[in-house]
């Protein structure tokens, strides 16, 4: 059921750790890179609580629910991947990072609310946490390409206003694994039929003139902010700090690394991904390691104090000059990424009715891309102006805004009657 998400995290981890670096080698400046992210945000803002709600009201007996959308945008996704580094101009990658991030939006919404559909509450945690590990599992591969390639045919100068060949294989594996993944989980795991009731709301939905079905994904989103569980309104404060800081550090650890170690930016490029390996790797040796741990402390203290653990590791690695023990505090940020990408997810699909499960699934990732449009717009002048265009200062701003997301974090109590049922499952 998951194994889809790694193409679409493999993705996820060449946007992480080799989009900005190519913008650079097109010519971009450091305090661009914040507005040149904005389609991320754009896009999930838009793309995915559109396609949640959408879905929610889909039924195909061929093609099931959420399968058709995550499976265009797998395929749109891997057109731009393949592209991707044989971008001619910096205008021209921006444009490509537009329409790869809407379909890997398509892809992910869908598939966050398709394991929501198939497996039975008590069992949310460890579906969450197995795609978490595929989430570690993508982008570990993503990272790892990414320096082995540096290391097996780098070398050499660099040329201003080109990308280097040793980057084109990382993104032609990525456009292969996007669609394969993707394929694997369509073909081999069904989706489970909607009940009468839901039936009969999708055949309502279906009835309705064409002008209404185009605006009834708004009308459903509008309710849904309406009627939000106030958890929801808490978590989206933690997921303010929490999602700004980490577009800071995806955007600044290239810089922050020929600052710190003297590096190009190809080796700072290669550097930058085996720190990523690293977490990647953590997080798909501990993602279902945090399930037997949640169930006894808590999702709440688990995810606040993975958060604690991701800040401590932005205050230290600034002040590592050593490329390799540099790695060693990235096991807190992957212990922390680990929890981000399953903790909340499951906290969520257990307060949220099923019904309504992918449009909420959608303003969940609503509150993931806002942090970052505001990071995208707000953080160049701040970058410039308070911090001196200095990519320490960038980094060591982020681990402050993460400190901030783990208070907030504890916080966030789950509603009486589920922490009720959350115990008797532990019980039992």
Partial sequence: ???????IQYSFGLQQSAINPIFLFLGAKEETLPLLNLAGPITGLIVQPIIGAISDKTWSSKFGRRKPFFLIGAILGSLCLFAFPLSPALWFAVGLLWILDVGNNMAMEPYRAFVGDKLPEKQFNIGYQMQSLFVGAGILLANASIFLF???????????GEVPKWLYYSFFIGAFLSIATILWSVLTTPEIPPTEEEMEE??????LPFSKRVLKPFEEIWLAIKDMPKF???????YLFQWYALFIYWQFITPLLRVTMGMDTSEATAQAAKMSTTYNVTTAVVALILVPIAMKFGNKKVYAFSLLGTAICLFIIPHISDPNFILVPMVLFGIGWAAMMGIPYSMVSKIVPQDRRGVYMGILNMMIVIPMGIQTVSFGPIYTYLLGGNSVNAILFAGVFFFIAFVLALRLNMPKQHQEQNLDQTIN
């Fill in 1 to 7: 059921m998951n194994v889809g998400f790694l193409g």
């Fill in 150 to 160: 540096q290391d097996w045919f780098g070398g050499g100068e660099e040329i201003s």
């Fill in 202 to 207: 999708i055949n309502k939905h279906k009835a």
């Fill in 232 to 238: 929801l309104w808490k978590l989206s404060a933690v």
